[in-house]
């Protein structure tokens, strides 16, 4: 069975950083894509970025390009959001998703078939 457990969100000030993690179970890490995605309240969930099976590949949502880096370590089945120069916008609950492709970067929801439960970041003003 499939596990993602996410943490590392909280409440920040804006202008700060967090580092979110997801560590993952259950199926051959190295072989499939992950992403990131939020979900505003009042708003739909949306895609943030996504890295390929070995990390050689990256895409971003514009959003959040330059200052958002996704990042994995394979040998600790463990996948990385550094979120820098967070605002208001960015407040949101953040889903590690895994892929089910090795290197296909899916942007939307339909690429991926486990999801974890989340955790809240919350950017105050």
């Known amino acids: 069975q499939v596990q993602l457990v996410e943490s590392g969100g909280g409440l920040v000030q804006a202008g700060g950083s967090l580092r979110l993690s997801c560590a993952a179970s259950?199926?051959?890490?190295?072989?499939?894509?992950m992403g990131w995605f939020r979900q505003a309240p009042g708003k739909e969930r949306e895609f943030v970025a996504c890295?390929?099976?070995?990390?050689?590949?990256?895409y971003y949502a514009a959003s959040v390009k330059g200052r958002f880096t996704i990042s994995r370590d394979n040998a600790k089945n463990t996948v990385y959001l550094q979120m820098n120069s967070l605002n208001s916008d960015d407040t949101a609950r953040y889903y590690c998703?895994?892929?089910?492709?090795?290197?296909?970067?899916?942007?939307?929801?339909?690429?991926?078939?486990?999801w974890g439960q989340g955790t809240q970041v919350i950017v105050s003003s």
């Open positions: 998703a895994q892929g089910i492709s090795a290197d296909y970067l899916y942007t939307h929801e339909g690429g991926y078939d486990y």
């Open positions: 259950g199926r051959t890490f190295s072989s499939h894509a």
């Open positions: 890295i390929s099976s070995r990390g050689g590949r990256t």
